[in-house]
């Protein structure tokens, strides 16, 4: 059935002035547009929708989901974007890097909370409600701890100046990065739990009881925590370092709560214990600086005099006119008569202290010293020994 016609015109002619009496005529004009919606069906849909609230409540539950996830996209990959490329035109890359670690965890946030928003435009039990409410405060804690450790992974990149202002070791870096982000992850468990009405006291009150018998089962646990402790502390080598110990040789990589990671010079990776490293001599090849070059000749015993004089004098001068030698810590001394050799000592520094440059600089040292000994025709001595025998039996 069509509703009536909702335009109704009035025409009135005005008394002539014969005065003939006037003619009031009401006429009910069909409305045009009530008749197009009528056939389009819209006061069907009309109807039922009045009649199924519940299609009502979840078309508009749908509309609410679309319009933040729009809403998500739009703040993420057009207004964040602008600000990060913003600070990257400034220089700002640290806050460049925040807005980059903030983008997905608010894409996410956006999204779920178009979708608790929309749970409450549907018809769902009293029941339920104190349930969705708990998702919805454990959603924000776990978006703010998403957002602290994504923070936390960039800002373990600190900016030159940052770590020369606060003298921040590059060993120091991570073991604070991880150290942070068992706090976030920690605080963010116990939270969540007191959300869900979990006693929280009564746990760690029950850790204290127990705490003696988890303090006997984590001793190596705790012992290496302390180990890396001291080593942070007190620095003996930073990320990066060649060092040497009775245990192990190389270039430390990583160091964590409980082990360091150390690249040997075989390309091995080896994972030693913090207890280990603190407990042994460690030396720092890094931070020597210099790297000492020692060696010994022996040359026959039927060596003149004058040839031995002159092959030190040549090598000392050798090593004074090398660019990778420190000239004050030459020596270059006829030290010993050996067994079955003349011995030459030689002693110098090198300057560098990467194990590669060293190597070559060695390298190029002992040919120098081979052609020296060659046209001084003085030949090097091998172990061996001499039996003479005065009768025959």
């Known amino acids: 059935m069509r509703p009536p016609s909702l335009l109704v015109i009035r025409l009135q002619h005005q008394q002539p002035k014969g005065g003939r009496r006037g003619i009031d005529i009401n006429v009910l004009i069909p409305d045009i547009m009530t008749d197009l919606l009528a056939a389009s069906g819209y006061y069907t849909a009309v109807n039922f929708l009045s009649q199924n609230e519940w299609f009502c409540s979840i078309l508009t539950a749908l509309i609410i989901i679309l319009a933040f996830w729009l809403l998500s996209k739009l703040l993420t990959q057009y207004i964040l974007a602008w600000v990060q490329d913003l600070a990257r035109k400034n220089r700002l890359d640290f806050w460049a890097k925040i807005f980059e670690a903030l983008r997905r965890p608010l894409q996410i946030f956006f999204f779920g909370l178009g979708f608790f928003i929309a749970l409450s435009y549907l018809p769902i039990p009293v029941a339920w409600q104190g349930t969705i409410s708990n998702l919805l405060r454990s959603l924000v804690i776990l978006f703010i701890a998403w957002c602290l450790l994504r923070m936390a992974d960039h800002m373990s990149q600190f900016p030159d100046e940052i770590k020369e202002k606060f003298n921040l070791d590059?060993?120091?870096?991570?073991?604070?990065?991880n150290a942070i982000k068992f706090i976030i992850i920690a605080l963010t468990i116990v939270i969540i739990a007191q959300e869900w009405d979990y006693n929280v006291n009564g746990f760690i009150a029950g850790l204290g009881l127990g705490g003696l018998a988890f303090a006997l089962a984590a001793q190596n646990l705790l012992s290496n925590l302390f180990g890396g402790m001291v080593i942070v502390t007190e620095k003996p080598f930073s990320l990066g370092d060649w060092i040497k110990t009775p245990s192990v040789e190389g270039a430390v990589e990583e160091i964590t709560f409980r082990s360091t990671r150390i690249r040997a010079f075989d390309q091995a990776y080896v994972t030693v214990p913090n207890s280990t490293l603190a407990n042994e001599p460690i030396t720092n090849y890094t931070r020597i600086g210099r790297r000492r070059l020692t060696f010994h000749l022996g040359l026959v015993y039927s060596t003149p005099i004058d040839k031995l004089e002159t092959c030190v004098a040549r090598i000392k001068?050798?090593?004074?006119?090398?660019?990778?030698?420190?000239e004050e810590t030459i020596g270059v001394y006829f030290e010993k008569f050996g067994d079955s050799s003349l011995d030459l000592f030689v002693d110098c520094f090198i300057k560098t202290s990467l194990l590669s440059d060293?190597?070559?600089?060695?390298?190029?040292?002992?040919?120098?010293?081979m052609e020296i000994l060659a046209e001084e025709q003085v030949s090097l001595a091998f172990p061996s020994q001499s039996v003479y025998v005065e009768k025959m039996p």
């Open 170 to 177: 590059k060993i120091l870096i991570p073991f604070m990065h």
């Open 358 to 369: 060293f190597m070559f600089v060695r390298h190029d040292i002992n040919l120098k010293i």
């Open 317 to 326: 001068n050798l090593l004074k006119e090398h660019p990778d030698i420190y």
